[in-house]
Nanobody, 119 residues
Framework: QVHLVESGGGLVQAGDSLRLSCGAS????????MGWFRQAPGKEREFVGV???????YFADSVKGRFTISRDNAKNTVYLQMNGLKPEDTAIYYC?????????????WGQGTQVTVSS
């Protein structure tokens, strides 16, 4: 059985940094494309960034230049480093995994971790 677990969320002030972690059991993350998504209150879930299994990354314009994704394959963990946080980054953040093929959908999701940025 596959489980993704996010951690690292919290309450921070604008301009601060946070690093979210996404660990897995039952799944080798180094073989997967890993995405990060977020959902703010009253809004639909939105794409934040993606890390391809090959190492490339891509980010939404709203976070480009502030957020990065890295992997620690030995720990089977993917990280979302968030710098220069803004109040509009407040949301529940989710990691998700999918097969590294062009038409794959995100099959596995974590339960989410809350990030709150105060002004």
């Amino acid at each position: 059985q596959v489980h993704l677990v996010e951690s690292g969320g919290g309450l921070v002030q604008a301009g601060d940094s946070l690093r979210l972690s996404c660990g897995a059991s039952g799944l080798t993350l180094s073989l997967m494309t890993m995405g990060w998504f977020r959902q703010a209150p009253g809004k639909e879930r939105e794409f934040v960034g993606v890390s391809a299994w090959s190492g490339g990354t891509y980010f939404a314009d709203s976070v480009k230049g502030r957020f990065t994704i890295s992997r620690d394959n030995a720990k089977n963990t993917v990280y979302l480093q968030m710098n220069g946080l803004k109040p509009e980054d407040t949301a529940i953040y989710y990691c998700a995994a999918k097969a590294p093929t062009s038409n794959a959908e995100y099959r596995y999701w974590g339960q989410g971790t809350q990030v709150t940025v105060s002004s």
